[in-house]
Each structure stands twice: as structure tokens, then as C-alpha cells.
């Protein structure tokens, strides 16, 4: 075994699993708490994260043509990973109403955070740029499909759904898709970004990723990690396994390689989004399983995304 490899591998994962743990110590110690996380996150999400897409894509000049494959690709096989899912969940999962949240969880990546972190520490800021655009299209898909799978199986049982009016508005105003275009469209100008204001913005957006993480470790879930149902255990096996081994070979088949394969494999192994618990809380779901699901993907994710990391870079793919 490559040392080599393995030290990429663990040099990707293991700086933001230590970020994490480092949460987990400061909640514990009592310098973190719900309060400063909703604000702090509050913060990476409207301020500091927008602003890390919108220079990264723009200083970076990513073009879309030469993206254009991988970004369509990453659109149809997530698509597909859904639908996939869907029919295995009337095999696995017997209480009706949870099967969407078991959906939601084998398919819903954290791609703002994780996902990010992972690319940047892979990739630097090309891997942001590149993954911006992956971005743009799955965060509008993550969010319908989700509403679409949480809603057919909370059907009948009085439960409330969303309209499509909220989904679009919730789409159009969202920080992270409006940081994106905005950072392609100044791409496309070609205008060069003064050094005072590329200054300023490499300062807020330093702050995006290291506090998400640490926001992010100071509100796992451990006790309902160790509580989880077998409904919780298949979502993980998706989410870590299944969905990343697909997408992967698939980019693998139409000639994804380089930079687009291992964005392409940090995004999708990243853990569950932390918005499908705000959502299927919100749809009156079961929130215990959606937590649950979160907190082992967040756990398991590193480990799987070190060992896929390995086998990629030892097959000379990334």
C-alpha cells in the first residue's frame, strides 16, 4: 500500500474530522453552545459561505462549457440515485411514513459544508470552483425532491406539506445559489477583482468553513446516534456506500477524471444534510430517525470517504 495515497486520503478527511471533534470538545467545556451556533450559523450561511463560492468561482475563471458534462451528469445521476431509492425503500422500510425520510437521507448531501471543506482540502480553490457549479444544480434538487419524497410518504396521514411557491422562492433567495451566479457571471466578464476587495472577501470568507465544523461537531447528536432504528442503518449504507459507489463509476463511464471525479466522489460521499432534519421536522416527520441518520453518516463519512480516497488516487483516476 502507497503511503503516498493514503496520506492524501487522510489529508483530506482528517483535518475536518479533527475540526469536528474539536466542537464536540468545546460543547462539552461549555465555550459552545445553541446560541452561538445559531448565530455563528446563521452567519456562514447568509454572509461568509456565499461570499467563499462567489470568489472562489469568479477569481477562478471556472468555465461552465468545460464543466458542462460533469455538472449535467451530476444533475441525471442524482435524479436516478432517487428514484433508485424510492423503490428500495418499499422494500426496507415498513412504517410508510418513513420511508421519505430514509430516502431523503441516502441521497441529501452536505455539499455547503462538508462537501466543501473536503474539495478545498483536496483541490484548494479550483476544487471550490469546480464544485460551486455541481452545487448550483443539486442544492435545487436536494431541496425538491426532498419536499416530493417527504410529502407521498407523509400523504394521508395529516401531515402538512410545502407548496411549490415556497420551494421556488426558498430556491431563488438562497444565499449560497445567488453567491454562485453571481461569481459565474463576473467569471464571464472577465473583469479582474480589485486586490482591496479580493483582500476583504479572502477575510470573511475565511471564516465559512473552520466555524461550520465546528458548529457543526457542537451539535452532533450522540445520543441518538446510539439509539438509531435499522431504518437509520440502511440510510447510511446509501448515503456512504451506495450512492457514492454509483455516481462515481458513473463519471467513471463517460470519462469524469482529475479534478471532476474527486469532486465528484467528495460531494456525494459527504454525510446527510443537516437540513433534512429542519425540513422533515417542519413536514411533521418523524425528526428522532432524520437526526439519527445525520449523526451516523457524520461519524461514517469519514472513514468511507478515506477509503474511497485511496482507491481512486491508487487507481490513478484523481
Request: net charge positive; with cysteine.
Amino acid at each position: 500500500m502507497s503511503w503516498e495515497t493514503w496520506s492524501f486520503a487522510f489529508g483530506v478527511t482528517v483535518p475536518n474530522l479533527m475540526m469536528l471533534m474539536l466542537g464536540v470538545v468545546l460543547r462539552r467545556f461549555r465555550l459552545l453552545d445553541d446560541a452561538f451556533c445559531d448565530g455563528a450559523t446563521r452567519l456562514v450561511f447568509n454572509l461568509s459561505l456565499p461570499c467563499l463560492l462567489f470568489f472562489s468561482t469568479a477569481a477562478n475563471r471556472a468555465d461552465l462549457g468545460s464543466n458542462l458534462t460533469f455538472v449535467v451528469y451530476g444533475g441525471v445521476a442524482t435524479l436516478a440515485c432517487f428514484l433508485l431509492l424510492e423503490l428500495a425503500a418499499t422494500k426496507l422500510v415498513k412504517e410508510p411514513r418513513e420511508r421519505g425520510i430514509f430516502v431523503q437521507g441516502g441521497f441529501r448531501s452536505n455539499t455547503a459544508i462538508v462537501g466543501l471543506a473536503y474539495c478545498a482540502s483536496a483541490y484548494g480553490d479550483e476544487g471550490v470552483a469546480v464544485g460551486s457549479m455541481y452545487m448550483a444544480v443539486t442544492v435545487i434538487m436536494f431541496n425538491v425532491l426532498s419536499v416530493i419524497t417527504l410529502t407521498r410518504s407523509l400523504a394521508g396521514s395529516g401531515r402538512r406539506g410545502i407548496g411549490i411557491g415556497v420551494i421556488a422562492r426558498g430556491v431563488v433567495t438562497n444565499p449560497l445559489i445567488i453567491g454562485i451566479v453571481l461569481g459565474l457571471a463576473y467569471a464571464q466578464s472577465g473583469w479582474t477583482i480589485p486586490k482591496v476587495i479580493a483582500d476583504t472577501g479572502s477575510f470573511i470568507s475565511a471564516l465559512a468553513l473552520p466555524l461550520a465544523l465546528l458548529c457543526t461537531g457542537a451539535s452532533i447528536g450522540w445520543r441518538a446516534m446510539f439509539n438509531s432504528s435499522n431504518t437509520a442503518g440502511y440510510a447510511a449504507v446509501a448515503k456512504l456506500m451506495l450512492v457514492p459507489g454509483l455516481m462515481t463509476l458513473g463519471g467513471l463511464a463517460i470519462g469524469l477524471r482529475g479534478v471532476q471525479l474527486g469532486v465528484m466522489f467528495l460531494f456525494t460521499s459527504t454525510p446527510t444534510a443537516a437540513a433534512s432534519y429542519v425540513m422533515t421536522r417542519a413536514m411533521g416527520g418523524n425528526a428522532t430517525l432524520a437526526a439519527n441518520i445525520i449523526a451516523l453518516t457524520t461519524l461514517g463519512s469519514f472513514f468511507t470517504t478515506a477509503v474511497g480516497l485511496y482507491v481512486l488516487r491508487h487507481l490513478g483516476v484523481i
